[in-house]
């Protein structure tokens, strides 16, 4: 739907008598992200957070493994309160696993989120400085998703519409 949306602006942009002279570009941020060195850098981070996270959780799981296995091979010897303590500290870990888990991946989406902010807060007025420098009117995003990145001032026709939309009463 927005594809087809900007692509028809698109049409009518370059159909249009008064934006005969519009100059359009277009940019591709997913090819960006994944060429740019700073861009990787910053996501690469991310990624060795993730590993750390993996790694602690790995420990837990090892730990419980453990603790399952001294249970295991000394349940005949244990008493019926012994077997409960053993049984209950072995969900305690497991629902303790399950939650560091789930904080992990909450964290890691949290870091991975703020990059990718962070990279568009960086990208859009860098984008909008070379549109300007490059006298382009109009800057489309490609890829994936197609938006508008930058429109010159002189495109906006908002006000106009509000005014023929206003008259129309």
Do not use: C, H
Request: hydrophobic share 45%; glycine share 4%.
């Amino acid at each position: 739907m927005i594809r087809k949306a900007t692509l028809t602006l698109l049409a009518v942009l370059m159909a249009g008598s008064a934006f005969a002279q519009t100059t359009v570009a277009v940019v591709d941020f997913e090819q960006v992200i994944a060429q740019s060195q700073r861009a990787r850098t910053a996501l690469g981070e991310v990624g060795l957070f993730r590993q750390s996270k993996q790694q602690e959780l790995e420990a837990m799981a090892e730990r419980f493994t453990a603790k399952q296995t001294d249970a295991q091979a000394r349940a005949t010897a244990m008493t019926e309160g012994e077997r409960r303590a053993a049984s209950t500290e072995l969900q305690r870990l497991q629902t303790e696993i399950t939650r560091a888990s789930e904080d992990a991946e909450r964290e890691v989406k949290l870091r991975a989120n703020q990059v990718l902010t962070d990279l568009n807060q960086d990208l859009g007025p860098l984008v909008r400085q070379l549109a300007i420098d490059k006298n382009i009117d109009l800057v489309l995003q490609w890829g994936a998703e197609v938006g508008i990145v930058f429109a010159a001032d002189s495109l906006d026709i908002t006000l106009d519409v509000i005014a023929a939309y206003d008259a129309s009463q």
